[in-house]
């Protein structure tokens, strides 16, 4: 089975660019999840998807991150403008269903803002 | 909030086995205890996961103890390959499906 498809794998901005991640999940995986990580911490969920329907968004910060997933497969998640404190990895997961089913992640992308 | 306690680091030798503990003294009876490790420059995998009893698969055994208070990951023949962060996680048995993982425990296997 193919796993959690993230481009691109690196990629550096000057802080108030945009920044667009791509993911596609694990085919037939309802459930997609955005996590963004910082070097030395653990993963922090930004937004869970379940279908093409938001399921939690309290931690994206909505006034420059954006999210989508059209048709409940593919997603993209956009920041606009970037700052400094936005350079982390940002990890995609997907799950077969909402509880308690193992999460999938891909190998992330990662972001230097400068 | 990651409601679970891990050493920072541990170090363990090659071919040795190797436990992981992890405390969630806060766990409610419908919480499961998961654990993903993460090894260098790719996403967190999939390690076990458990509710009371004992569970083994191909990667590890899960230890919990009688009261819940605390788990324990156990890596039965630490290869260089097992060298990565472990991370602990307590999943809520209500509400959406969220992972919230902590710092984990930066596992070191030496030759």
């Known amino acids: 089975e193919a796993g959690v498809a993230q481009s691109p794998r690196y990629k550096i901005i000057e802080k108030r660019q945009s920044v667009a991640f791509w993911c596609n999940p694990i085919s037939g995986h309802a459930t997609l999840y955005w996590y963004q990580q910082i070097l030395g911490q653990g993963p922090k969920l930004l937004i869970q998807?379940?279908?093409?329907?938001?399921?939690?968004d309290s931690q994206l910060p909505k006034d420059r991150f954006s999210a989508e997933r059209l048709k409940g497969v593919d997603s993209t998640l956009k920041i606009q403008p970037a700052k400094l404190e936005d350079s982390a990895v940002y990890l995609c997961?997907?799950?077969?269903?909402?509880?308690?089913?193992?999460?999938?992640f891909g190998n992330g992308t990662r972001l230097t803002v400068t | 909030d990651a409601k679970t306690t891990q050493p920072n680091s541990m170090e363990s030798n090659e071919e040795e086995p190797v436990h992981l503990p992890c405390n969630h003294s806060t766990i409610s009876g419908t919480d499961y205890i998961h654990w993903y490790r993460q090894l260098p420059s790719q996403g967190p995998e999939y390690v076990i996961h458990?509710?009371?009893s004992n569970v083994n698969n191909r990667m590890a055994s899960l230890a919990i103890a009688e009261d819940r208070k605390s788990s324990t990951l156990i890596l039965h023949r630490a290869t260089l390959r097992d060298a990565a962060v472990y991370y602990c996680?307590?999943?809520?048995?209500?509400?959406?499906?969220?992972?919230?993982f902590g710092k984990g425990t930066k596992l070191s296997v030496i030759p």
């Open positions: 998807f379940q279908n093409n329907g938001v399921v939690d």
């Open positions: 458990g509710l009371t």
């Open positions: 996680i307590r999943l809520s048995g209500a509400g959406s499906y969220q992972l919230t």
């Open positions: 997961a997907s799950s077969l269903v909402a509880w308690n089913s193992p999460l999938h």
